[in-house]
């Protein structure tokens, strides 16, 4: 049993209808100026059933001699000071209010059951204890930051970060790109007998090439730092590989008489060219193909030389995806070059579908798809302009048993489809101050209460509140240094100025 003196902040007491179950109010030892207790810090209560984990809601600092704003304002009228008069000091305490999230008992989390007793020691949160009820994994999980006001190490688990999608979520400029270049640090840096998982970046605005030119930290052989870049122009979507529902998803009302006459001849041109063939063959051959009507002849050409206009697609795959998903490798897919949004969509939806595809025969290992402007690509509406949706949400429901996974990135949550985010069953949520965003995360997000709904919006940059099955409680992290900064990028624009005059 703890000693009495250890760590001690307060005392429980009696105040608007609590001690109960889920919530009581303590009030806090020593002097009455001094911090020994911060919002949103973990505290406890030892009890004969167990340890009560409880996070710490409010803190009202109270005083009986300023009660009342008449007495207050005619002793001020006299020139004297109210502490000057009476033992003002002496009566200021501070009352904290704070929300039980658990039992520990016989090393496990619990349900609460029962009421503190006014009266009980209210203490500081053993730091191994507190690692163990928010199931961290110290030994072998992700170092990303610390705990908000403790001095603990954020350190989950691979399997409860990533297994069931994540979803990081924040307003521009909150740090969630920075937290996403941590978390690829740590899921580069480990080693073989840890387990690497392959992953797949969309980069949108190339902020992340950078990784590409990084040094390991160390030289031992399991730091070597596994990173290939590809640019958007580089990309070649083989033709040979497409159906006509394929074809028909990027493009906007094809009609199932066009389907089924496309399909004919992908069928017949297959047996044609052997080594493959280009959309301009393609074209080709639908042109002398006599037994197609003219309007849908006609149609068909149409479409597919506004897919041949893009450039993306050609005879071979360029990269093959087989190759470039390795345990232990990030690929970039750098789509900055790229103005075009529909480019962007047309090489997403192709990649979403074959990493599945493959994963599913599993001819690559397991993987993360890292997806930046998540919002751009499976939207809650315009579903006619969402080429990669239907794939991303494919993704969502069924990655999970195949370890074909996603991480997604927005910064607009309420544009972001709800039937994915309900599927990313963990949830890096930096501040947010706009009220439909944050109404989306409220009714997306298993867990998070007003409360921490609330503390969103006070989130300083490079704070988070993670929520879902990484943690048992939601639980707010200061997001560490990252290992490696880009160089030559300008950090302001103060900065963007000054190197322009250079």
């Known amino acids: 049993m703890v000693s009495d003196t250890h760590n001690r902040l307060g005392t429980v007491v009696c105040e608007n209808g609590t001690p109960n179950v889920m919530e009581f109010s303590f009030v806090l030892e020593g002097v009455s100026n001094e911090i020994i207790v911060k919002r949103g810090e973990f505290v406890s209560v030892v009890t004969p059933a167990g340890e009560v984990i409880s996070r710490v809601q409010d803190l009202i600092r109270t005083n009986r001699y300023y009660q009342h704003a008449e007495a207050v304002r005619e002793y001020q009228s006299r020139g004297e000071p109210l502490r000057s008069i009476f033992p003002t000091d002496r009566w200021q305490y501070t009352v904290a209010s704070a929300r039980v999230v658990g039992l ?3 090393n496990r989390p619990v349900r609460p059951y029962f009421a503190v007793s006014p009266g009980s020691v209210v203490r500081q949160v053993d730091a191994s204890v507190l690692s163990q009820f928010l199931r961290l994994d110290p030994n072998n999980g992700l170092n990303l930051g610390s705990l908000g006001h403790h001095n603990l190490a954020f350190t989950p688990s691979i399997d409860r970060l990533l297994s069931k999608h994540l979803a990081i979520l924040a307003m521009s400029g ?4 920075y937290f996403v270049s941590v978390l690829l640090e ?9 387990g690497r998982i392959a992953i797949v970046l969309i980069d949108v605005h190339g902020e992340y090439r950078y990784l590409k030119d990084i040094e390991p930290l160390t030289k031992t052989e399991s730091s070597i730092v596994d990173v290939e870049h590809i640019r958007g122009a580089h990309l070649q979507i083989p ?37 493959g063939y280009s959309l301009k063959e393609l074209i080709d051959y639908i042109r002398d193909d006599d037994t197609i009507k003219g309007n849908t002849r006609d149609a068909l050409i149409g479409w597919l030389y ?12 360029v990269p093959d995806i087989k190759s470039i998903v390795q345990p232990g490798r990030l690929t970039i897919i750098d789509l900055s070059d790229f103005i075009s949004l529909r480019k962007k969509q047309i090489v997403v939806a192709h990649l979403a579908n074959e990493l599945l595809y493959l994963r599913r025969r599993e001819s690559i290992p397991p993987f993360l798809l890292v997806l930046e402007e998540a919002h751009q690509f499976c939207p809650e509406s315009r579903h006619d302009l969402a080429l990669p949706k239907s794939r991303i949400e494919t993704i969502a429901r069924e990655g999970r048993k ?5 991480c997604l990135i927005s910064q607009r949550p309420v544009k972001l489809s709800t039937t994915v985010l309900s599927q990313c069953s963990n949830q890096a949520i930096f501040r947010c101050t706009n009220p439909y965003d944050l109404d989306h ?10 409360a921490a709904l609330d503390a969103i919006t006070t989130l300083e940059v490079g704070e988070s509140l993670f929520v879902g099955e990484t943690v048992s409680v939601p639980t707010f992290v200061k997001i560490r240094k990252r290992y490696f900064e880009p160089s030559g990028k300008a950090k302001s624009l103060s900065d963007a100025l000054l ?3 250079k």
């Not at 041949?308 to 005879?315: A, S, V, W």
């Open 104 to 106: 520990w008992a016989n």
């Open 174 to 177: 909150a740090g969630k790109s």
């Open 186 to 194: 740590e899921l580069l840096t480990r080693t073989k007998k840890q």
């Open 239 to 275: 033709v040979n590989s497409m159906t006509a529902e394929g074809i028909g998803s990027l493009v906007s009302d094809m009609s199932t008489v066009q389907k089924r006459e496309l399909k004919r001849v992908l069928s017949e041109i297959q047996s044609f060219y052997k080594d």
């Open 306 to 317: 506004n897919l041949e206009e893009t450039r993306l697609f050609g005879k071979e795959a």
């Open 402 to 406: 195949f370890f074909a996974l996603l």
């Open 441 to 450: 995360i409220g009714r997306s997000s298993e867990g998070i209460d007003r």
């Open 499 to 501: 190197r322009a005059e």
